[in-house]
């Protein structure tokens, strides 16, 4: 019997099964999968992860990770049988260490991303992670989907956001890998098959993350402009002006910011006018608050002879500059209220993403009459989020049945453009046949390859990624 054994490890009340309590573990935050589980199971410690899955792995019982529940690809939400549990991390919440030498922090897998960032900070250090869920997304989803968010262009993803894992295998046996080293040459590259995998070769327990000097001044800018190749040019311009000080370039549409203002009422747009594109620039400086207002000036003026800018609003406050950075993090929440949308999440090179928009955005409107785009994203290094909205004749349903040639129209583009279908959410359940339509045989068996040993029960979360 499962269920007992399971209460003897975690307690019983961690052990949930009434469908009110199990209920906001098994749909995902878009409501696109819903799935059933014999039980939601929240451990509380490394050593309480390793007897759950060592007694899924004898009972040949699927295990579904979840962290905060916050992905958008249904990675987290076990299939429709019954058979998983779900193995949620939530209560595996501690800051095990800060250690300001040597520039890190070691945190549990349950940890939420706001809290770590709250207790670098409060060490005098930047956990620079930064993304709109972060106020529920956790550290081991975070890992386990390789996030992105808004400061890659600058640190990078969370892939080069950390140093060591602590590990709990398909087996129940525990890996400690939790070394605070950059520089660490002694064999494969194991730590980076865990990052990314979404919780098919293991699970996640604690993580060594990077940290860095907590900039003296953070400034931020909303440029209003007539096109995406001033946005580019822009990018340019801020690059070579800014350097490693640029540490945001993100970018939206007019559509985005109408979705915004019209389910967030308490919003404004900054501009009297409204322009067909915005771009939202955060300098961190090291210096102080004038330096940085000062290079944030310079580049508004250059850009404004330039005629690449139509307005610019630079915020003179912090609760300025959030109001700001609100109108960009609001777009999933609005889009979301204005019903179920069709997602893409592609990276094609920055050089060709002007060309990649026109060219996308020409052929959907042809083949989907009235669709809505509500492109916008991390334009700084790449990545669009290129959402599809409904058009008003249909319904929620008649929409998302266009879905897989909506996909297919829009991957053949990304992939014509040597891109990515899926730059930072990864493939969860939901582009799963998307992703092996377009990599390649060879890629597709190293993956099954590496599947097949780390999980050979295939007990790891199955039916996600391959
Ligand atoms: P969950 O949703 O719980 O899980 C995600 C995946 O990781 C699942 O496959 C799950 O099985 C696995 N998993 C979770 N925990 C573990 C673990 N400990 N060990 C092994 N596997 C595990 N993503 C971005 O990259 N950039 C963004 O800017 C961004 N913005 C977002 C904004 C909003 C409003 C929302 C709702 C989501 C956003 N996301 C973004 C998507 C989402 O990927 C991130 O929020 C986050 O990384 C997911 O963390 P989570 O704890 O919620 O993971
Ligand atoms: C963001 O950048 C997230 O805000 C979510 O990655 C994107 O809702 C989306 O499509
Ligand atoms: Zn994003």
């Known amino acids: 019997m499962l269920l007992p054994r399971l209460q003897q490890i975690v307690g019983a009340a961690h052990v949930l099964t009434a469908s009110d309590a199990t209920a906001p573990y ?5 409501r696109r999968f819903t799935g059933m589980a014999q039980a939601v199971v929240l451990p509380a410690a490394t050593s309480e992860v390793a ?9 040949g019982t699927p295990v579904v990770p979840q962290g905060g529940n916050t992905g958008m690809v249904g990675g987290a939400t076990p299939d429709p049988s019954g058979q998983a549990i779900v193995l949620s991390l939530r209560r595996m919440d501690r800051v095990r260490e800060v250690d300001a030498g040597n520039q890190t922090i070691t945190v549990e897998a349950g940890c939420v991303l706001r809290s770590v960032q709250d207790a670098a900070r409060d060490a005098g250090l930047l956990f620079p992670l930064s993304l709109a869920a972060e ?16 400061q890659v262009l600058r640190y990078g993803n969370s892939r080069d956001l950390t140093l060591g894992l602590e590990l709990v295998l398909a087996s129940g046996e525990i890996w400690n890998g939790l070394r605070g080293l950059r520089k660490d040459n002694t064999g494969y ?22 940290t860095y000097p907590l900039p003296r001044a953070q400034v931020t800018a909303l440029f209003a402009l007539d096109s995406v190749r001033a946005a580019l040019d822009l990018l340019s311009l801020a690059q070579s002006s800014a350097g490693a000080t640029l540490t945001a370039f993100e970018f939206f549409s007019d559509t985005c910011l109408r979705l915004v203002t019209r389910h967030f009422p308490d919003r404004r747009s900054p501009f009297s006018e409204s322009h067909a594109q915005y771009v939202l620039m955060q300098l961190s400086d090291h210096e ?27 915020a003179q406050s912090a609760a300025q500059g959030h109001a700001l950075w609100a109108l960009r993090e609001l777009i999933s929440e609005a ?22 928009i026109d060219e ?13 785009m509500v492109t916008f994203g991390h334009l700084g290094d790449g990545n669009l989020h290129y959402n599809v909205n409904a058009p008003p004749q249909l319904s929620e349903q008649q929409f998302l049945s266009m879905q897989p040639a909506v996909y297919q129209c829009v991957h053949d583009q990304v992939v014509r453009f040597a891109g990515s279908i899926s730059a930072e959410h990864g493939i969860g359940q939901l582009k799963r046949e998307e992703n092996a339509r377009y990599k390649s045989a060879v890629e597709l068996g190293l993956m099954r390859a590496i599947k097949r040993t ?10 996600k990624v391959i």
Do not use: Y
């Open 26 to 30: 098994l749909t995902d935050w878009r």
């Open 51 to 59: 007897a759950v899955v060592q007694l899924c792995a004898e009972h």
């Open 135 to 150: 106020g529920s997304a956790t550290i081991g989803g975070n890992l386990s989907t390789n996030a992105g968010g808004t």
């Open 189 to 210: 590259d194991l730590r980076n098959l865990f990052i990314g995998a979404e919780g098919t070769l293991g699970v996640i327990t604690a993580a060594c993350l990077k």
């Open 288 to 314: 102080d608050e004038q330096h940085a207002t000062g290079l944030l000036q310079a580049i508004a003026e250059r850009a404004l002879e330039r005629q690449l800018i139509a307005d610019a609003a630079i």
């Open 335 to 356: 889009q979301a209220r204005a019903g179920k949308n069709i997602k893409h999440d592609i990276s094609v090179p920055i050089s060709s993403i002007a060309r990649f």
């Open 360 to 372: 996308t955005d020409e052929q959907l409107a042809r083949l989907f009459a009235g669709i809505e």
């Open 454 to 463: 780390l999980d050979p029960l295939n007990i790891m979360n199955p039916g």
